[in-house]
Nanobody, 120 residues
Framework: HVQLVESGGDSVQAGGSLRLSCAASGRNYVKWCMGWFRQAPGKEREAVASIYVLGGSAYYSDSVKGRFTISQDTAKNTVYLQMNSLKPEDTAMYYC??????????????WGQGTQVTVS
């Protein structure tokens, strides 16, 4: 059974920073690609960033490149999303996902419940 638990969402002012965390259960963590996705009200879910745990290759959407950084800690089975220079358009529910491919949300097999980020 795979469980993903996100945390770190909050309300911040534009220009501020947040760090999201996603703790993953499951024995295959090291084999996975882990991703962060977001969905704003009335919009489709979109990719934010992803990282291949084995090898560390990371990918970012153009909208967050240079502002967000994805990382992971194998010892803790946890992936992080450091978000800097936040903008109001970053407001969304942020979801962690596991066992997928790059920035393609439909390829991911496991999803967390989400954590809300609000930027004003």
């Amino acid at each position: 059974h795979v469980q993903l638990v996100e945390s770190g969402g909050d309300s911040v002012q534009a220009g501020g920073s947040l760090r999201l965390s996603c703790a993953a259960s499951g024995r295959n963590y090291v084999k996975w690609c882990m991703g962060w996705f977001r969905q704003a009200p009335g919009k489709e879910r979109e990719a934010v960033a992803s990282i291949y745990v084995l090898g560390g290759s990371a990918y970012y959407s153009d909208s967050v490149k240079g502002r967000f950084t994805i990382s992971q800690d194998t010892a803790k089975n946890t992936v992080y999303l450091q978000m800097n220079s936040l903008k109001p358009e970053d407001t969304a529910m942020y979801y962690c996902a596991a066992d997928g491919s790059g920035l393609a949300p439909r390829t991911y097999n496991y999803w967390g419940q989400g954590t809300q980020v609000t930027v004003s």
